[in-house]
């Protein structure tokens, strides 16, 4: 079966330079403007390996790559190579904590573009024959924003402006300490471990809270929380004594 790449870079081209070069050598082919069009193409299509700019409008390069690792969790994030015009030492420390398989300078040479391609679908072909999963690169990292997929499409927001999250049966809102709302097409128990990751506290079945956006706690059989927004949080009563640890913190 044909492989399949996405090819995601602002520079009209750079993009069809890429793809011309791809389809002559076999590969099945597909393209995205900007970071967010990547993302769309990324969950609906599920490309064998992603050939992503760095430096982008609406989504940078690292943004859609933390944004596809929060969003396929456990699954085999396809390999990430980027390209860019220079690579100072920060940028890759920050894309390999994020999982990036390599980078690519512009300009770049044809043969070691399909060079680097092959090797990574290679890796990755091994990856799947062995079941490994991402779990080194997810399942305990500390994210500065949280990609959220809502109506206007997928909006990132910083993990510390989120005051608290709740459920509403299939889909979840958040609540933003600018009094924003945003109802997201996704279940709590999607970002659950994220935001707990992050020093959040499930109070109660339906409500995540950012501790250090509560105000007071009112003690009673369970408890409420009043919020910074001036909300009412209900505390369950097994949750009492950790969220009384974590407010002495």
Do not use: W
Not at 21 to 50: C, F, W
Not at 136 to 154: I, Q, Y
Not at 209 to 220: E, F, P, S, T
């Amino acid at each position: 079966m044909m492989e399949k790449l996405l090819i995601v870079e602002d520079e009209k081209a750079i993009r069809e330079t890429l793809q011309e070069l791809l389809e002559l050598s076999g590969y099945e082919v597909l393209t995205a403007k900007n970071g967010k069009d990547g993302y769309e193409q990324i969950m609906e299509h599920r490309p064998d390996l992603v050939l992503c700019d760095v430096n982008m409008p609406e989504l940078d390069g690292f943004e859609l790559l933390s944004s596809i690792n929060q969003r396929l969790a456990d699954d085999i994030v396809p390999p990430f190579v980027f390209l860019t015009a220079k690579v100072e030492f920060q940028d890759i420390r920050q894309g390999m904590t994020l999982g990036a398989d390599d980078y690519i300078l512009k300009p770049f040479d044809h043969m070691h573009v399909l060079d680097i391609i092959r090797l990574r679908l290679d890796k990755r072909e091994k990856l799947l024959q062995k079941g490994t999963r991402n779990s080194s690169v997810l399942n305990h990292r500390v994210f500065d924003k949280l990609a959220l997929p809502c109506e206007e499409g997928l909006v990132l927001v910083p993990i510390s402006d989120i005051v608290k999250c709740q459920a509403d049966r299939a889909y979840c809102t958040f609540h933003l300490n600018d009094g924003r709302k945003i109802l997201v097409s996704k279940s709590m128990k999607e970002f659950e471990q994220i935001l707990i990751n992050n020093k959040f506290l499930k109070v109660h079945k339906s409500t995540i809270v950012n501790i250090k956006y509560a105000d007071k706690y009112l003690r009673g059989k369970g408890g409420q929380l009043i919020m910074s927004d001036g909300s009412l949080v209900h505390v369950a009563v097994r949750k009492k004594d950790e969220l009384m640890r974590m407010l002495k913190h």
